[in-house]
């Protein structure tokens, strides 16, 4: 039985059994269908990713994560956001069409690689990435993260964003620091910014930080993207805030548009 028909069969049967949160998924599904203007450049942007390759290529990265970290036992993740909301973000990210991107939080570059693929597919566009990276194995002062930083590492002796492949990093600009400390001054830069994705610490704190720095920078039109957005309060007071109603791409992910 070829693979994708083995798959399709498993999804079904999985929603045969668990209704709940397929009609979860359905639902988010149609959210970003409608940002986007149809179900139909949804669909085309879909098929872009997986003609890309792209996804054939993280697995494998994420095997050789899970041979380096995970199976340590040091209790790191790949911190990974999922294939699905990764296309979505690809789809924002296609529709959009930024000329300047800032996001917080590489970790392993996962969700970046998707932001780089949409930014080739544009053929336009620059991605400034601030990340603290936790490097499995080395030791950090107390305090050096936050409470909500999580518990994603990088390999030993590897860089933040490792596993993204090498002909997306064109237009990529690193920036290693605190978001507090290198966000203001790069916002500062930068001017006016298309999108920004907040996946660094997920305290309150760091996120209402962060929110509130980055907003003002939006063009109107663009969007503000956060990942872990049920881990505090911090976006669904920002989102009532500017008054704003957020567009989901995962359970946990969700975006607001300036």
Same mark, same amino acid.
């Given at each position: 039985?070829?693979?994708?028909?083995?798959?399709?069969?498993?999804?079904?049967?999985?929603?045969?059994?668990?209704? @709940?949160?397929?009609?979860?998924?359905?639902?988010?599904?149609?959210?970003?269908?409608?940002?986007?203007?149809?179900?139909?450049?949804?669909?085309?942007?879909?098929?872009?990713?997986?003609?890309?390759?792209?996804?054939?290529?993280?697995?494998?990265?994420?095997?050789?994560?899970?041979?380096?970290?995970?199976? #340590?036992?040091?209790?790191?993740?790949? @911190?990974?956001?999922?294939? #699905?909301?990764?296309?979505?973000?690809?789809?924002?990210?296609?529709?959009?069409?930024?000329?300047?991107?800032?996001? #917080?939080?590489?970790?392993? @570059?996962?969700?970046?690689?998707? %932001?780089?693929? $949409?930014?080739?597919?544009?053929?336009?566009?620059?991605?400034?990435?601030?990340?603290?990276?936790?490097?499995?194995?080395?030791?950090?002062?107390?305090?050096?993260?936050?409470?909500?930083?999580?518990?994603?590492?990088?390999?030993?002796?590897?860089?933040?964003?490792?596993?993204?492949?090498?002909?997306?990093?064109?237009?990529?600009?690193?920036?290693?620091?605190?978001?507090?400390?290198?966000?203001?001054?790069?916002?500062?830069?930068?001017?006016?910014?298309?999108?920004?994705?907040?996946? %660094?610490?997920?305290?309150?704190?760091?996120?209402?930080?962060?929110?509130?720095?980055?907003?003002?920078?939006?063009?109107?039109? @663009?969007?503000?993207? %956060?990942?872990?957005?049920?881990?505090?309060?911090?976006?669904?007071?920002?989102?009532?805030?500017?008054?704003?109603?957020?567009?989901?791409?995962?359970?946990?992910? $969700?975006?607001?548009?300036?």
């Amino acid at each position: 039985m070829p693979a994708g028909l083995k798959r399709r069969l498993y999804l079904a049967a999985r929603d045969v059994r668990h209704p @709940g949160p397929a009609l979860e998924r359905r639902r988010i599904r149609a959210e970003v269908a409608s940002f986007l203007g149809g179900r139909d450049l949804l669909v085309e942007y879909e098929r872009e990713v997986r003609d890309s390759g792209l996804m054939e290529h993280l697995l494998q990265k994420g095997r050789e994560h899970h041979d380096a970290v995970v199976a #340590t036992g040091a209790g790191h993740s790949l @911190g990974a956001i999922g294939y #699905t909301e990764g296309v979505y973000l690809y789809a924002v990210q296609r529709m959009v069409r930024p000329e300047v991107v800032v996001e #917080t939080g590489v970790a392993n @570059g996962f969700s970046t690689a998707f %932001s780089l693929l $949409a930014l080739k597919a544009n053929g336009a566009g620059h991605l400034h990435s601030i990340d603290l990276p936790r490097e499995v194995g080395r030791d950090y002062e107390p305090g050096t993260f936050y409470e909500g930083e999580g518990r994603a590492g990088i390999p030993p002796g590897s860089e933040p964003g490792w596993l993204i492949p090498q002909e997306l990093k064109e237009r990529w600009t690193l920036i290693l620091g605190r978001s507090q400390d290198e966000l203001p001054p790069l916002l500062e830069r930068l001017g006016t910014v298309d999108t920004f994705m907040h996946d %660094s610490e997920h305290s309150f704190d760091c996120m209402w930080f962060e929110f509130n720095a980055a907003w003002p920078a939006l063009r109107p039109g @663009g969007v503000l993207v %956060s990942d872990d957005v049920n881990s505090t309060e911090a976006f669904g007071r920002f989102a009532a805030q500017e008054e704003r109603q957020p567009v989901r791409l995962a359970p946990g992910m $969700a975006l607001l548009r300036r």
